[in-house]
């Protein structure tokens, strides 16, 4: 049991700055998620709290205890590797062993811890099996058993669903859930997948480019994305952004001749500047013809079976748009179709700085 | 059905087969069969006569002392040779392995023993050791120690072993070092956050996950160890002193060319072939097993 807590966290490698200065508390049982697209520094960072890389500037503590200078070992973390990382030459049992047999933990304890675990995991039957006679998510269970056993204060998982096919994928992470609430362990969770960080997480970390672009839960994120970058990354099908110009004391955004959406909330400071506006597939919906609604030009329907994804243009200057729609829904090409959405559910983020307004 | 592939009647895929089969019989298949044939023959000293006497060779060879002696201190030789440059080999690349820096520039000059030809190695040796000149035997000398392995046969043995050795470090270096790399990175750090030790880490993952490199080098060795010493034994005791360095290639050459003695040689030679043979098959049958990295 314990917390992280990460001050002004910086790595370069050489004269390339990965990670440019991270603060974060993580409380005693937490589950966090830290997502963002590939190459931005998710791994890096996990990898400073595990001790495998040198942190290059800031402090990192667990449980109050700052550990910059400790080994892996001397950081009572566990860690779940995207390739599950089990030894080749070990049975499971023996994998799962290791730890425990290096601690001096004594032969019967180690039976009954390793036993125990492999049952929560019900990976039982395979104890005394090679790591290459098991299927991909049995070596994903072995590899959170090892993790386990140790009864660390902190789990690390980088990408550890990564290499499963997508059913099972969307089972191992209801289970990973499960596990971490059963056992209330502080874990940090990586992924560049944000249906498996929405899921998750109880905060989530997006980053970018080595820099924090949002702290907070899910609901949060999609809520108020800070910037346009976390709005656009959160949800799926993502967020539409359309340029647009804000109409007369900031009350409507107005994209052509024909087309502009009331607002929520005072603009008034930004009468008349070119904006960037955010609108979620799901928001959109259809309007009443006789109600104020804007239109859009279908040209390609995809049927989810739950839900219909239209894809069309929208005002004079054909802007491309897609809207997500409750159930079966048929249009047919160029047909046209009134649309409106809710005033608090338009995002708007500055042109040039991507910063919501 | 078994779908066959054919080939026209052309000439093509003969000739370009052909050197390769023309250097093997000539330079191998000619020669072991007239090893195989000289030796059912026994020949007098002088080349007069000659007689086809079956396996009168092989029964001497076997009721010999002399045979058995060098076929023990071959044993003790090749086995002392593998360890010591694979033991050798294996510490490098472990520390190789963890550099980072400048790995390349440390990796060719490690390789560089290897380019050396037996006989330069041998000499080299043999200059570093010389009993009135030799440098090392001058370090030895200051801690009052006599290096003279021209009387002393097991000096003479040790500076052997070490000469061949040396020569086969850097190829069993790069073996082990290739070995080591295709290691998965996450292992080792598994290992690390699971709280084993660098030497730990070692010994309970590296080293059994490098097994297969480690047999395969172990049969190399001993092939080397027994069939490709004699330039370095030739320059540095010519079997000597008193025979103790003289290994079964040795003795096959100092039976034929200097005692003259033709079948017996023969005979040696013919056993020899089938060590290699036997060492070859067991050295195929096991590279075939991988270890699955998973
Ligand atoms: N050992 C290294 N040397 C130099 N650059 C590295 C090294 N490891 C990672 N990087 C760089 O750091 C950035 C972040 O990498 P990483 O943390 O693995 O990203 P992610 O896990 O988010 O995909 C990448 O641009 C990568 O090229
Ligand atoms: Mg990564």
Redesign the interface.
Request: charged content about 20%; aromatic content about 10%; overall charge positive.
């Given at each position: 049991m314990a917390d992280i807590e990460l001050s002004n966290v910086k790595k370069s490698y050489g004269a390339t700055d990965v990670i440019h200065g991270i603060d974060w508390h993580i409380a005693d049982g937490e589950f966090v998620v830290i997502v963002g697209p590939s190459g931005c520094g998710k791994s890096t960072l996990l990898r400073m709290i595990?001790?495998?890389e040198r942190i290059t500037q800031g402090d990192i503590a667990i449980g109050g205890q700052v550990v910059n200078k400790l080994?892996?070992?001397d950081r009572d973390?566990?860690?779940v590797?995207?390739?599950?990382?089990?030894?080749?030459?070990m049975t499971v049992y023996k994998n799962m062993a290791?730890?425990l047999k290096?601690?001096g933990v004594g032969k019967q304890e180690i039976d009954r811890r390793v036993k125990q675990v492999a049952e929560i995991l019900e990976i039982g039957d395979y104890l005394r099996r090679a790591?290459?006679q098991l299927s991909g998510g049995q070596?994903q269970r072995v590899a959170m058993g090892?993790a386990i056993v140790?009864e660390p204060s902190v789990f690390l998982f980088d990408e550890p669903l990564s290499n499963l096919d997508a059913k099972l994928r969307v089972q191992m992470r209801l289970e990973i859930k499960r596990l971490q609430e059963r056992l209330g362990i502080t874990s940090v969770y990586v992924t560049h997948d944000q249906v498996e960080a929405m899921t998750l997480g109880h905060r989530l970390m997006v980053l970018n480019n080595g820099h924090v672009e949002q702290l907070g839960t899910p609901i949060d994120l999609y809520e108020n994305p800070a910037t346009q970058f976390v709005a656009g990354f959160i949800g799926s099908p993502s967020m539409n952004f359309l340029d647009a110009t804000m109409g007369e004391r900031g009350q409507s955004v107005n994209f052509a001749a024909d087309a502009s959406l009331g607002l929520s909330g005072d603009y008034s400071d930004h009468e008349g500047k070119t904006v960037t506006v955010g609108l979620r597939p799901e928001h959109l919906e259809i309007a009443d013809p006789s109600q104020p609604h804007t239109s859009l030009n279908v040209q390609v329907v995809e049927h989810l079976g739950a839900d219909t994804l239209v894809h069309g243009a929208f005002s004079q200057d054909a802007l491309e748009l897609t809207v997500r729609l409750k159930g079966v829904q048929s249009f047919s090409r160029n047909e046209v179709i009134p649309l409106s959405i809710s005033p608090q559910n338009v995002h708007l983020f500055d042109k040039t700085t991507g910063q919501r307004l | 059905m078994l779908k066959r592939v054919h080939f026209g009647p052309s000439a093509l895929p003969y000739l370009l087969v052909a050197p390769q089969i023309i250097i093997t019989l000539i330079f191998f298949i000619w020669p072991a069969s007239q090893a195989l044939y000289q030796s059912l023959l026994i020949q007098d000293a002088f080349g007069l006569s000659t007689e086809f006497v079956w396996f009168e060779n092989f029964k001497e060879l076997f009721t010999d002392e002399h045979y058995f002696g060098a076929f023990k201190r071959t044993i003790i030789f090749s086995f002392s040779v593998a360890a010591l440059s694979m033991g050798f080999a294996l510490t490098l690349a472990a520390m190789a392995d963890r550099v980072i820096k400048g790995a390349t520039t440390y990796r060719t000059l490690l390789i560089w023993p290897y380019a050396v030809a037996p006989v330069l190695a041998g000499a080299l040796w043999v200059f570093m050791l010389d009993p009135t000149l030799g440098i090392f035997t001058y370090m030895l000398g200051s801690f009052g120690y006599e290096w003279n392995h021209k009387l002393n046969g097991n000096e003479a043995m040790l500076l052997v072993i070490f000469a061949s050795a040396w020569k086969q470090v850097a190829y069993n270096f790069l073996f082990f070092l290739a070995g080591m790399q295709a290691i998965?990175k996450?292992?080792i750090?598994?290992?690390?956050?699971?709280?084993?030790?660098p030497v730990?880490r070692f010994i309970?993952?590296v080293f059994?996950?490098i097994s297969p490199t480690t047999f395969f080098l172990l049969v190399l060795n001993v092939v080397y160890a027994f069939f490709e010493t004699f330039g370095i034994v030739h320059t540095v005791t010519q079997g000597g002193p008193a025979k103790a360095t003289e290994i079964l290639v040795y003795k096959v050459f100092n039976d034929g060319f200097i005692g003259l003695d033709l079948g017996g040689s023969a005979a040696q030679s013919v056993i020899l072939m089938l060590i290699v043979i036997v060492l070859t098959v067991v050295q195929f049958r096991y590279v075939e097993r991988k270890?699955?990295?998973?």
């Open positions: 595990a001790g495998l080994e892996p070992a973390i566990a860690m590797f995207q390739n599950y990382a089990l030894y080749p030459h290791y730890s290096i601690r790591p290459r070596r090892r140790r | 998965p996450s292992l750090e598994a290992a690390a956050i699971d709280g084993a030790g730990r309970t993952i059994p996950l270890v699955e990295y998973t």
